[in-house]
């Protein structure tokens, strides 16, 4: 069924097992999983997925559960994507694509790497996870494991969104809060998670929550019949969404699943003005990131200081001629408002950083308006419940209308 063979080092290519307990390689770096994709192109064609089931298992051969009798599913992934054609025409662009991801179970994308990291840690008998979060992923995993029957514990910083905290802690999971951001949450857990014998699946800690997301990429590619657009934009925290989906485009051309030839779409990593370490790091020609101090932005799913990944976020974006942009919450807060009422999609602040990014890009000539650009919107407004709310007119219902 899945054609795993081993997971790999991104950082010093040392090979480790894959069939065992993992969280990081001894050098420190994220570990990658890599399948026989020789044995994959030869058993499994584009043309066989026709029919399968409509979620990311469809993709089951390069996804790294063994038994199907371990995958741990709420109906992931297999998102819609379709065309922003009002949005493109105020912005100036003639194709302008957006992938729903809040219409993914927990209602983020976050549910893609909760199914196949909890399915296999379900697979290598793990029975309790820990991870800090700043909402999402905490109530994707939550929300995973307790299908799994697994014990949660997450630690929050106390302003993450209060749906995630109620989300998460409705379905069992045992939710900390603390004071600060998500890399003190981390470093928390990292303590707690050796005394208590948790297994800590803290962003790129363990190989597997990238498996997930990556499918993101394979699931464009599918959707737009084995084309691939000019440039897709993606608002980054740890980033393992834009690292997934570029490892996800290296895997289809080694499958020969992609037309001869072809280019990559240059990939956009976004973040907000109020943290910005990738952006910094890429404008100043580094290979990794600072620490951002005192970040802050409405977009808290993005309030990442410190990404494990960053230098592999930096080496997809590099090796696709993307770029990287910031983007301030009041260009957030506008690009909401502009996908809601010219779009019908209340998308979450997350995504609508994108489209001050869009904004930003063309004025600057960097995009041009014939491209085909996608956002990968990553969850829904309806999670914001404050977003907004100060800008929207309610109004009042006298006698008549
Ligand atoms: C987690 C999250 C992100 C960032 O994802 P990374 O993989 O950490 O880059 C973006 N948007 C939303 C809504 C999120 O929950
Ligand atoms: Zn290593």
């Given at each position: 069924m899945s054609f795993l063979s081993h997971l790999e080092c991104s950082r010093c290519r040392q090979t480790h097992e894959a069939d065992r307990v993992q969280n990081l390689c001894t050098c420190g770096g994220p570990l990658l999983v890599r399948y026989d994709l020789k044995k994959a192109a030869a058993a499994l064609?584009?043309?066989?997925?026709?029919?399968?089931?409509?979620?990311?298992?469809?993709?089951r051969e390069l996804?790294?559960?063994?038994?199907?009798?371990?995958i741990v599913t709420l109906?992931?992934?297999?998102t819609p994507l379709f065309r922003l054609p009002r949005l493109g025409e105020a912005l100036g662009l003639r194709e302008l694509w957006l992938k729903d991801e809040g219409l993914n179970p927990t209602a983020s994308f976050k549910a893609r790497g909760a199914a196949t990291g909890v399915s296999r840690a379900k697979e290598l008998g793990i029975t309790s996870i820990a991870m800090p979060t700043n909402g999402n992923a905490g109530g994707a995993w939550a929300s995973y494991a307790a299908r799994a029957g697994m014990s949660v514990t997450l630690v929050m910083p106390t302003d993450a969104p209060a749906m995630s905290v109620l989300e998460a802690t409705a379905v069992g999971a045992r939710a900390y809060m603390v004071k600060g951001q998500i890399t003190d949450a981390g470093a928390i857990v990292a303590r707690s998670a050796k005394a208590h014998g948790w297994f800590e699946a803290a962003t790129l800690k363990e190989p597997y929550r990238i498996e997930g997301k990556k499918t993101m990429g394979y699931e464009l590619a599918e959707q737009l019949g084995w084309t691939l657009p000019d440039v897709i934009l993606y608002p980054t925290g740890g980033g393992v969404g834009l690292i997934g989906i570029y490892k996800a485009l290296l895997e289809m051309r080694e499958l020969g699943?992609?037309?001869?030839g072809v280019r990559f779409p240059r990939l956009v990593a976004v973040q907000a003005e109020g943290c910005q370490p990738i952006v910094k790091a890429f404008r100043e020609g580094r290979d990794t990131s600072e620490k951002w101090e005192n970040a802050s932005t409405?977009?808290?799913?993005?309030?990442?200081?410190?990404?494990?990944g960053d230098f592999l976020v930096l080496q997809a974006v590099r090796e696709t001629k993307g770029t990287c942009v910031a983007v301030a919450d009041a260009d957030t807060l506008w690009g909401l408002t502009q996908v809601s009422r010219l779009e019908g999609a209340f998308i979450c602040p997350e995504g609508a950083a994108l489209v001050g990014a869009v904004r930003s890009l063309l004025k600057d000539g960097?995009?041009?308006?014939?491209e085909r650009v996608v956002l990968?919107?990553?969850?829904?407004?309806?999670?914001?419940?404050?977003?907004l709310k100060s800008e929207l007119p309610v109004l009042e219902l006298n006698a008549t209308l």
């Open positions: 064609r584009p043309a066989d997925l026709a029919g399968r089931v409509s979620s990311l298992w469809r993709y996804l790294p559960v063994r038994s199907p009798d371990n109906g992931e992934g297999m699943w992609l037309p001869e409405v977009a808290q799913g993005i309030r990442v200081p410190k990404a494990l960097w995009l041009t308006p014939d990968l919107n990553t969850g829904a407004g309806i999670k914001y419940p404050d977003i």
